[in-house]
């Protein structure tokens, strides 16, 4: 189903992923709608510059938007239908510019995005009913890798899995991260916060100069990119006066067209290491232990940590594990544990180094465990390069390597159709997603009451969550089937007492679902709301009309905050 018969990803495993994604809508009809306060008249003059602009082969309208919807969106959420008027497709920064210029004469707004695989978050759909979906996949070069200093320089179009295949190509000797997909783009992904799994798999952390395009169609670039001729464009994040780079993340203020992100050094030596607990309360001990190591540099990279029903999505569907009603009970998760070789908790990471340094790590990390987590099981894996050389990535067995070695895949993508139980069944996700102090027993009531709103609904609990040295991202994914009124219904049940039950204890999502946008923004509420009113200041600054993603992240142009919904 590419748009116009051309292929959004050269990669037919990722195509036909996306085919699949959109192949099986729960409404078949693109509704038309005009932009916010826009004339047919208007509209129609506007679309005829731009397809002048870029060509018919770039402006897409009614039944070819298609694959500009939510994928996974839920009729019964009490929200309007997020639905674009049109879609534009530039390749270039002219081509941007030149969208640009039309839209701000007619005062349309636009909704950015680059491969649109924010799935479970809105995927490639507007906050604003009406808007252009601006979509930046064609712009897909890979600029630079610098093989010396690690970094990339990268347009929104080029996904994980190009990256990866440009490194690999080249023989260059540095390891991209990737996402849990690979079909994402790296500057989408990085401006969403969104994480991976090597060393530099903090996405946003290794931002080096970006250029953005503002709404005006002006260019400005970042750090010491701004220097025309500067020798450390992408190798620091220092600049000179104030630094900007993060008023462009998860944001509406520019559209960010050029990315240096730096990049893991190919290592001599990887340890794979799993550690599991056979009780839910271990979780306690899980965050409590491995968050020290985390803050004292024993463990330098991101832990993750996934429990048992999550972990079983990826081997069999609900209906398999479990023929009884409602959530599978404790006694049979604890006989999948022998079943999956696992623990009701598992964590993962990697050590990534010389093999000495990385071999002393391990056995601090076995010293402390046999101190302080006696009940739990470490294992591990060393990899290292032939004759003291650097690692392959692709000599690391997949069972112990693959994403967190940097290569891309879909390997989680049977998660999606674990509610999948009858003929014509469509998997779908959304996610609670709140950063948590990384506190044992804060962290153990929070799954606690998680799980048990899961099961108010009948569902699973599905969860894992990402440790940094002071937080956790905490993922409740909500898996359903998007043909199943009862289980889309239930799944937006549990969100909203998630919400409610995560606002009560101080939680904030650290990225949202279009329909959560507002929500989340309103509890940013220190001097009435002053971040928010000081960033729709700056909105105001730098795209009078208004056009830039209206509504993203809770932050509106003041034409079009009659929209803003916080309740």
Same mark, same amino acid.
């Not at 009603?325 to 908790?345: F, N, S, T, V, Y």
């Not at 153990?444 to 440790?467: H, N, P, R, V, Y």
């Not at 650290?510 to 507002?518: G, Q, S, T, V």
């Given at each position: ?9 050269? @990669? ?22 005009? !932009? ?13 510059? %731009? ?38 497709? &530039?390749?270039?920064? &002219? ?40 979509? %930046? ?5 890979? /600029? ?18 190009? /990256? ?26 990085? /401006? ?59 944001? *509406? ?9 730096? /990049?893991? !050094? ?51 569907? +609900? ?60 294992? +591990? ?82 969860? @894992? ?20 009124? $009862? ?34 923004? $309103?509890?940013?509420?220190? *001097? ?16 009078? *009309? ?10 509106? &142009? ?10």
């Amino acid at each position: 189903m590419a748009t116009n018969g051309l292929p959004k990803y050269a @990669d037919p495993i990722y195509q036909t992923a996306h085919d699949e994604a959109f192949s099986k809508p729960l409404f078949e009809t693109i509704q038309i709608v005009l !932009p916010p306060d826009v004339s047919q008249e208007d509209f129609s003059l506007a679309i005829e510059k %731009l397809e002048g602009a870029l060509g018919k082969d770039a402006v897409f309208t009614g039944q070819d938007l298609k694959e500009y919807v939510d994928p996974y969106e839920i009729p019964e959420s009490s929200q309007e239908r997020n639905v674009p008027s049109a879609a534009v497709c &530039p390749s270039s920064v &002219p081509d941007l510019q030149a969208v640009l210029k039309v839209v701000n004469e007619y005062k349309i707004p636009v909704w950015t995005f680059s491969r649109g695989k924010n799935f479970g978050y809105g995927g490639p759909a507007p906050r604003v009913s009406g808007s252009i979906a601006l979509d %930046l996949h064609r712009m897909n070069k890979v /600029l630079e890798v610098n093989d010396k200093f690690s970094y990339a320089v990268v347009e929104p179009g080029v996904t994980f899995g190009d /990256l990866y295949e440009y490194c690999a190509k080249n023989k260059l000797k540095a390891w991209p991260s990737t996402a849990s997909l690979g079909w994402g783009s790296v500057i989408g992904n990085t /401006l969403d916060r969104g994480l991976g799994f090597v060393p530099t798999g903090v996405h946003h952390e290794n931002i080096a100069g970006m250029e953005v395009v503002l709404a005006n169609g002006d260019v400005v670039r970042t750090g010491q990119f701004a220097m025309s001729n500067s020798a450390s464009s992408h190798i620091t994040k220092l600049t000179f006066g104030p630094t900007i780079d993060g008023l462009f993340l998860q944001s *509406n203020l520019g559209i960010v067209t050029k990315m240096g992100v730096h /990049l893991t !050094p190919q290592p001599q030596a990887y340890i794979a290491c799993s550690f599991d607990v056979p009780e839910f309360e271990h979780i306690e001990t899980i965050v409590d232990v491995f968050g020290e190591m985390r803050r004292n540099g024993t463990l330098p990279y991101m832990v993750y940590v996934f429990y048992i029903a999550e972990w079983a999505t990826m081997f069999a569907k +609900h209906s398999e594990w479990w023929q009884g009603e409602g959530p599978i009970p404790d006694w049979r998760l604890k006989e999948m544990q022998k079943d999956l070789d696992a623990g009701i908790w598992t964590v993962k990471f990697g050590l990534y180094g010389p093999t000495h340094i990385v071999k002393a790590q391990i056995e601090e990390v076995q010293r402390v465990v046999a101190k302080d987590a006696p009940a739990g099981r470490l294992r +591990h894996k060393l990899f290292t390069g032939e004759d003291g050389g650097l690692l392959e990535a692709t000599s690391v067995d997949p069972m112990y390597g693959g994403v967190r070695v940097g290569i891309p895949s879909m390997w989680n993508i049977p998660m999606v159709n674990y509610y999948n139980s009858r003929e014509g069944s469509v998997g779908a996700h959304g996610a609670y997603s709140p950063i948590v102090p990384l506190d044992g027993k804060t962290v153990l009531e929070w799954a606690k009451t998680a799980k048990a709103i899961s099961a108010e609904q009948g569902f699973d609990f599905l969860c @894992d969550f990402f440790m940094h040295e002071r937080y956790a991202i905490f993922v409740t994914m909500l898996v359903f089937d998007k043909t199943n009124a $009862e289980q889309r219904v239930g799944v937006d049940k549990i969100f909203h007492r998630l919400f409610e039950e995560g606002s009560k204890r101080g939680f904030a999502k650290y990225r949202a679902h279009l329909n959560h946008m507002d929500i989340n923004a $309103e509890l940013f509420d220190f *001097n009435n709301h002053a971040y928010r009113r000081f960033i729709e200041t700056l909105k105001e600054c730098l795209d009078p *009309n208004g056009i830039l993603s209206p509504g993203k992240m809770g932050i509106w &142009p003041q034409r079009l905050k009659y929209l803003r919904q916080v309740e």
